[in-house]
């Protein structure tokens, strides 16, 4: 069992950044692929970015490609999501997932409570 908790979320002007972490508790971290998500009122929720087990590959979705970078530190059992240069088109809840079945299967087992970004024009 994998319990996720995502931080850093908020305000914030268009141009500007924010980084989300989200802490993962149980033991099985450092083997979990791990993912970020974003839903929108009104919208379906969308994989922003993805990552394997050790960092080596990554994915972004084509909205953040070049502004977000993820990436994570297993001895802390955390994944980042870097956001620079955010548009108001960002303004989403976003939540971290964790994934027992692989990077490449993009199927996710567990799921965080989400944390708001707002991006002001």
């Known amino acids: 069992q994998v319990q996720l908790v995502e931080s850093g979320g908020g305000l914030v002007q268009a141009g500007g950044s924010l980084r989300l972490s989200c802490a993962a508790s149980?033991?099985?971290?450092?083997?979990?692929?791990m993912g970020w998500f974003r839903q929108a009122p009104g919208k379906e929720r969308e994989s922003v970015a993805s990552?394997?087990?050790?960092?080596?590959?990554?994915y972004y979705a084509d909205s953040v490609k070049g502004r977000f970078t993820i990436s994570r530190v297993n001895a802390k059992n955390t994944v980042y999501l870097q956001m620079n240069s955010l548009k108001p088109e960002d303004t989403a809840v976003y939540y971290c997932?964790?994934?027992?079945?692989?990077?490449?299967?993009?199927?996710?087992?567990?799921w965080g409570q989400g944390t708001q970004v707002t991006v002001s024009s």
């Open positions: 990552i394997n087990w050790n960092g080596g590959s990554t």
């Open positions: 997932a964790a994934s027992n079945r692989g990077w490449l299967s993009r199927e996710y087992d567990y």
């Open positions: 149980g033991r099985t971290f450092s083997s979990n692929a």
